[in-house]
């Protein structure tokens, strides 16, 4: 008869997953720092930050939850959803008042690109946080 086998998930490993993929919310690439695979954290953390950046001075807007203007709309309000997992780097760019919106950005020529680019980043960050979630329990090595 086949012995049951025990769930690869224990306690330790439990906090371990939660850690890494709380790390990589708050900053890109640290939950693969936390896990030592430093080459991936680097990597992640560059791609994310430079296509926030690149988007910033492009004048794309970083939609928020906090503004008057995100219950506008369906898309407004998801993409406001959707930068929540740019983590700090949304708060950041909130905090400083570098996070442009309004009429007098939506009419520059490269405001739609600026914003693609933002709303990337955050759903690459997703992809981050997923692979710190299967490096973390173990799934991938």
């Known amino acids: 008869m086949a012995a049951k086998q025990k769930s690869a998930v224990g306690p330790n490993s439990l906090s371990r997953i939660f850690i890494a993929c709380f790390l990589a919310w708050v900053v890109p690439g640290a939950g693969h720092l936390y896990l030592r695979r430093y080459a991936h954290a680097a990597i992640f953390f560059l791609i994310v930050t430079a296509l926030v950046t690149s988007g910033w001075l492009i004048s794309g807007e970083m939609h928020s939850l906090l503004r008057p203007n995100s219950g506008e709309g369906l898309l407004q309000f998801l993409a406001a959803v959707g930068n929540i997992a740019l983590g700090s780097i949304h708060l950041i760019f909130l ?41 973390a329990r173990g799934a991938r090595k």
């Open 95 to 135: 905090l400083l008042g570098w996070a442009p919106g309004g009429m007098e950005y939506s009419s520059q020529r490269t405001y739609e690109y600026g914003t693609t680019f933002i709303i990337v980043a955050a759903l690459i960050n997703i992809l981050v946080m997923l692979d710190a979630f299967d490096h």
